[in-house]
Nanobody, 116 residues
Framework: QVQLVESGGGLVQAGGSLRLSCAVSGRTLSRYAVGWFRQAPGLGRAFVADMDWDIGSTNYASSVKGRFTISRDNAKNTVYLQMNSLKPEDTAVYYC?????????WGQGTQVTVSS
């Protein structure tokens, strides 16, 4: 059974940084895509960034490009989201997801709150 566990969320002032981690167990991520999504209060879940695990190619939402970086540690089967220059509008529950083409597996989410 594939499980994803996020960590690293918290409260930070605008302009600050956080690094989210998503540890994956149950299988390796070879042939999978891994992604980060977020859901702000009252809104739907939105794409943030993703990565092809084998190739390492990445994509970002325009709202976070240049500020957020998705990366991986193959040995730890873990994906990260480094978030810099955080803004109050980045406040949301952040979820990681993984799957072979579509995102079949999701974590429970971690809260990120950015104060102004």
């Amino acid at each position: 059974q594939v499980q994803l566990v996020e960590s690293g969320g918290g409260l930070v002032q605008a302009g600050g940084s956080l690094r989210l981690s998503c540890a994956v167990s149950g299988r390796t991520l070879s042939r999978y895509a891994v992604g980060w999504f977020r859901q702000a209060p009252g809104l739907g879940r939105a794409f943030v960034a993703d990565m092809d695990w084998d190739i390492g190619s990445t994509n970002y939402a325009s709202s976070v490009k240049g500020r957020f970086t998705i990366s991986r540690d193959n040995a730890k089967n873990t994906v990260y989201l480094q978030m810099n220059s955080l803004k109050p509008e980045d406040t949301a529950v952040y979820y990681c997801a993984a799957g072979p083409g579509s995102y079949a597996y999701w974590g429970q989410g971690t809260q990120v709150t950015v104060s102004s």
